[in-house]
């Protein structure tokens, strides 16, 4: 017979990634410069490449300090230049260099890119705004990506990302429609626009195991508040 003393307890345990998974954190990028008629941003590969805005730099220290304990594999950006500026307070910290993952680029907004045109018309209230938001797709904008194209190359990244990373934890640095699109298929959510809600410097939390896509934690930014001293 059992006596109290030798009862087995089942304790309530962590999280554990399971074996041969990899931890993706998810960056967004910090705040870039305002779109200015004045000002047009350069175009790469035909898409809008700004610099960084001075509160995008502090929000890549922040977000340097956040991840500096988080026992990083390897650090990826994009082609451009505010996700390489976002990291590289981060890669000096762990002596890492980042690699470049050019299908986790923002979605292309076709000719909306121009001249900031897409804020412009967000900010306005523009009518095709207003369809895309109701239709939930990106491509009502003229000359867009289309949902699908954006859809597999995200997915296929993300996927190219864990297989060269199994048993690992990497920082992705990117942008806030792809972290909405990975979190949007990582749920399966009927609403694809759910998560474009990650804000300038979040971080983001998934475990990618073969076509599992688990969900650990979605736009963080405590570390956004907290002093930096």
């Known amino acids: 017979m059992t006596t109290p003393e030798q009862e087995i307890e089942y304790r309530q345990?962590?999280?554990t990634p399971p074996p041969g998974s990899t931890e993706i954190f998810l960056v967004r990028h910090g705040e870039s410069m305002p779109a200015k008629a004045s000002a047009p941003f350069e175009l790469l590969d035909g898409q809008a490449d700004p610099d960084l805005a001075p509160e995008g730099?502090?929000?890549a220290a922040r977000v340097a300090r956040r991840l500096a304990g988080e026992r990083l594999d390897a650090l990826y950006v994009t082609t451009l230049r505010r996700t390489v500026q976002t990291a590289a307070p981060l890669a000096e910290k762990l002596g890492i260099t980042p690699a470049v993952e050019p299908d986790l680029r923002e979605i292309y907004?076709?000719?909306?890119e121009k001249n900031g045109l897409f804020r412009k018309h967000t900010?306005?209230?523009?009518?095709?705004v207003r369809r895309l938001w109701t239709e939930?797709?990106?491509d009502v904008v003229p000359g867009a990506e289309s949902d699908e194209a954006f859809g597999c190359r995200i997915r296929a990244a993300l996927t190219r990302i864990a297989a060269a990373n199994p048993d690992r934890r990497v920082a992705v640095f990117t942008h806030g429609g792809v972290i909405g699109e990975a979190f949007a298929q990582a749920t399966r959510a009927l609403d694809r626009f759910a998560f474009l809600g990650a804000d300038n410097g979040s971080v983001s939390h998934l475990v990618l195991h073969g076509e599992n896509w688990l969900?650990?934690?979605?736009?963080?930014t405590a570390h956004l508040a907290?002093?930096?001293?």
Do not use: K, M, T, Y
């Open 13 to 15: 345990h962590r999280f």
């Open 57 to 59: 730099r502090e929000h």
């Open 109 to 112: 907004l076709g000719h909306w």
């Open 123 to 128: 900010a306005e209230g523009h009518p095709i």
């Open 136 to 138: 939930q797709r990106w």
């Open 215 to 220: 969900v650990r934690r979605f736009n963080d």
């Open 226 to 229: 907290a002093p930096l001293g």
